[in-house]
Antibody
């Protein structure tokens, strides 16, 4: 059974940093692109970033470029999102999802709240 | 960036009725459009990919059509579990991958 479990969310002050993790199981992690998608409270979905199987290609939405970094550790079957210089508008549930797009497996999400 | 506009914002229907949801792209996305369903407190669920292909395990009452800039998600006969928010998403020209604003299908 495919499972994606996010962790690392919480309350962070504006300008602060947070690292999200996504633990994958039930499939060959190193064979898939992986993505982060977020959803602000009461709002729609927004793609954040994705990363190729070997980490050689990474793409970001403009609003997080230069502040967020997506990475992966295939030996640990884990996906990460390092978030720096956080802003109030980054407050959202962050989901990891399998694939570059056409996401058929999602985690349950982890809430990041940016507030003083 | 390709902007996806979904209409209507809210659709009020009764169980057993047919639901027709629209997604319009600001420029052609060919057939590279997907549809997702999301229920409160849950992650999205992939329903349709590449405009008309049902994802694994999706019931036949869900169907997608369209190409270019105009797309439709049809639910032939609404079941109680189908009342949710539906999003379209394009992958023709990325980054960025973009979503529509969503259509809420509510019980009338």
């Amino acid at each position: 059974e495919v499972q994606l479990v996010e962790s690392g969310g919480g309350l962070v002050q504006p300008g602060g940093s947070r690292r999200l993790s996504c633990a994958a199981s039930g499939f060959t992690f190193s064979s898939y692109w992986m993505s982060w998608v977020r959803q602000a409270p009461g709002k729609g979905l927004e793609w954040v970033a994705n990363i190729k199987q070997d980490g050689s290609q990474k793409y970001y939405v403009d609003s997080v470029k230069g502040r967020f970094t997506i990475s992966r550790d295939n030996a640990k079957n884990s996906l990460y999102l390092q978030m720096n210089s956080l802003r109030a508008e980054d407050t959202a549930v962050y989901y990891c999802a399998r694939g570059a797009y056409n996401w058929n497996y999602w985690g349950q999400g982890t809430l990041v709240t940016v507030s003083s | 960036e390709i902007v996806l506009t979904q209409s209507p914002a809210t659709l009020s229907l009764s169980p057993g009725e047919r639901a027709t949801l629209s997604c319009r792209a600001s420029q052609s996305v060919s057939s590279y459009l997907s549809w997702y369903q999301q229920k409160p407190g849950q992650a999205p669920r992939l329903l349709i990919y590449d405009a008309s292909n049902r994802a694994t395990g999706i019931p036949a009452r869900f169907s997608g059509s369209g190409s270019g800039t105009d797309f439709t998600l049809t639910i032939s006969s609404l079941e109680p579990e189908d009342f949710a928010v539906y999003y379209c998403q394009q992958r023709n020209n990325w980054p960025p991958l973009t979503f529509g604003g969503g259509t809420k299908v509510e019980i009338k």
